[in-house]
């Protein structure tokens, strides 16, 4: 991949994706800097530190009726996410909170201490109906905040007791700490974990998703799942236009020889917030290239940024999305990765005893 642009050295914030606090579309009052001419020297760069809010939850589990996803519930340890990824279509989801969907989102991380509490709760309903649980649909359950607060191995070691199958998604090297916690849930058939490479150029991830493990560091998670029998599948996501969909077949190729079972992919979404942000990244990093990859983003989104139809908004429309659909069957067909998604194991589900349960007479 060929460098357009070098770093600004101008850029305030270091290690961050978001090139500024963009305001979310629920306040009434935006304000911007402006250069009056007189401030001719560089402004300094800054690194904006994390700062980790508890959040009191009432229900952990939530649930999803959209018919694009394959799932009906899910869990989220986390609401925000220091990856820094600049396409995450997460970030509109802080403006909720009066917080910029730019980098707010990347430094103001809420977390969620009554998790496993909450969590145990639910699962021991009468009227609970055991599904799979996902993790990492909408922020890394390992981004680095885990590390410390270990609030996604909590919620692992209560679904492991109650036989509660789980789906992971992440980026991290994090979740090999989990691995052997991971392996014996997978002997169950209650775990499979899918890991997204982005991209096989390590200076476009750097400026893509800046806090996340390289590519390399990523084959490797996946070869080391599936060497314990953790049921692994690679997601090429997102593939964006001109940017990195020339690596589609190459992801996937470095992906079967980590011995991965199934792969996916997801053409670049950009809703509410995200579209401006992302914006301005290209004009950041990629100016040369900023017009024609937002024109090939419109072409496959009906003219727009973004279009939120079920029925599309993963894979898009028009020569462009269709040409990368075919590509992608071609490729997972001619790997070895068209095969049908695993289905875990939701009859082992049972509440273990605790303090108080009566006892069986038989």
């Known amino acids: 991949m060929a460098n357009e642009a070098p770093d600004n050295p101008a850029r305030r914030h270091k290690g961050r994706g978001a090139a500024s606090n963009l305001a979310g579309r629920f306040v009434p009052q935006v304000s911007t800097r402006e250069s009056d001419g007189w401030q001719q020297e560089a402004e300094p760069v800054e690194r904006l530190l994390t700062e980790a809010i508890a959040e009191k939850a009432k229900t952990i589990i939530a649930s999803n009726r959209s018919p694009d996803l394959p799932f009906s519930q899910s869990i989220n340890p986390y609401r925000g996410c220091e990856n820094g990824c600049i396409y995450c279509y997460a970030r509109p989801s802080h403006a909720y909170m009066d917080l910029s969907p730019g980098l707010d989102f990347e430094s103001k991380i809420f977390f969620k201490p009554d998790a496993t509490t909450l969590l145990e709760k639910a699962l021991r309903k009468r009227n609970y109906q055991c599904s799979p649980i996902a993790m990492g649909t909408n922020t890394d359950p390992y981004q680095p905040l885990e590390k410390e607060k270990r609030i996604t191995r909590e919620l692992l070691e209560t679904m492991q007791r109650f036989k509660q199958p789980v ?75 001109a940017l990195n969909d020339s690596e589609l077949e190459s992801i996937l190729e470095a992906a079967k020889e980590t011995g ?82 695993l289905s875990l194991d939701c009859g082992r589900f049972q509440p273990p005893p605790q303090s108080g349960d009566q006892q069986s007479l038989f």
Request: charged fraction near 20%; aromatic fraction near 6%.
């Open 167 to 241: 789906t992971i998604v992440t980026k991290s090297q994090l979740i090999l700490r989990d691995l052997p916690l991971l392996a014996e849930m997978a002997q169950d058939n209650l775990a499979q974990v899918a890991i997204s490479v982005t991209t096989l150029d390590n200076e476009l991830k750097r400026r893509l998703e800046p806090r996340t493990a390289g590519p390399a560091a990523r084959l490797r998670v996946l070869e080391a799942l599936g060497a314990a029998g953790v049921p692994t599948a690679v997601l090429a996501a997102p593939m964006i236009p």
């Open 260 to 341: 991965v079972r199934q792969a996916n992919y997801i053409l670049l979404r950009l809703p509410h917030e995200v579209a401006p942000l992302f914006r301005q990244w290209l004009a950041e990093h990629y100016p040369a290239r900023a017009a024609h990859v937002m024109s090939l983003v419109q072409q496959s989104r009906g003219g727009r940024d973004y279009d939120s139809d079920f029925s599309q908004r993963q894979v898009g429309t028009g020569v462009f999305a269709q040409l990368l659909q075919r590509r992608f069957r071609v490729a997972i067909r001619k790997l070895g990765l068209n095969r049908r998604r």
